[in-house]
């Protein structure tokens, strides 16, 4: 019995090896982002207007299965590249913004507002509603 079922399972691998020949075939950090997006949209969506979120979800999620079964292998590729360089990017730029900038939001009415690092204590006017207070960056 367990020989037959090894039997079935390896030719059910073999015509998935020939399927996925020549195709991306990749679950590349693109396609897994896409992917849980998606997923995540899908859960939200009940709570999102107008079929909007599961709109997004299907063209997420159908867009990874494309990349995942395109046989433009190359573009493919590039396209992760791309995404990959993309987020390293936002990445660095966020570190850099964390860096020089200190992040706070106004005590009355929660207007958000950033100072230079490093200038001990300062006297900050919000720009929204006026009120000041002493804030150490
Ligand atoms: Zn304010």
Known sequence: MQGIWMQRLLKLYQKYA???????GRWDQLNKV???????????????SYYIGDLLAVILVGFALYRFLSKRIYPRSNENQKFLQLVTKIRQRDFKLDRTYRHFKCPSCKQKMRAPR??????????NCHTQFIKKV
């Open 18 to 24: 020939q399927f996925i020949r020549g195709r991306y």
């Open 34 to 48: 896409m992917v849980i997006t998606g997923l995540v949209v899908s859960i939200f969506s009940r709570w999102i």
């Open 118 to 127: 490093g200038k001990g204590k300062i006297k900050v006017t919000c720009k």
